[in-house]
Nanobody
Framework: QVQLVESGGGLVQPGGSLRLSCAASGSIFSINAMGWYRQVPGKARELVARITTGGNRNYADSVKGRFTISRDNAKNTVYLQMNSLKPEDTAVYSC?????????????WGQGTQVIVSS
């Protein structure tokens, strides 16, 4: 069974930083694009940042210049460094990845990690 497990969420003051991690486990040959999404109650889930296998990145306009996505292919892990956090960044953050496994391609989601930006 393959899965994505996030960590690193929590409570932080405005202007602070957090680093989220998402590790893939199981019988995985490789991982295609990986991304971070966030959702607040009553709103649709939105893409925060995405990175391809080759390292191409794209970001939501609201986080450009503040958030950085990176990945360690050897560890099957994607990271989201979040700086200059704002209260409007408060959300449940989830990672997503296209995992190539011995059962085929699996579009996998993590369970989510809560980020709260508040003084």
């Amino acid at each position: 069974q393959v899965q994505l497990v996030e960590s690193g969420g929590g409570l932080v003051q405005p202007g602070g930083s957090l680093r989220l991690s998402c590790a893939a486990s199981g019988s995985i040959f490789s991982i295609n694009a990986m991304g971070w999404y966030r959702q607040v109650p009553g709103k649709a889930r939105e893409l925060v940042a995405r990175i391809t296998t080759g390292g191409n990145r794209n970001y939501a306009d609201s986080v450009k210049g503040r958030f950085t996505i990176s990945r360690d292919n050897a560890k099957n892990t994607v990271y989201l460094q979040m700086n200059s956090l704002k209260p409007e960044d408060t959300a449940v953050y989830s990672c997503n990845g296209l995992l190539y496994t011995n059962s085929g391609v699996v579009d996998s989601w993590g369970q989510g990690t809560q980020v709260i930006v508040s003084s």
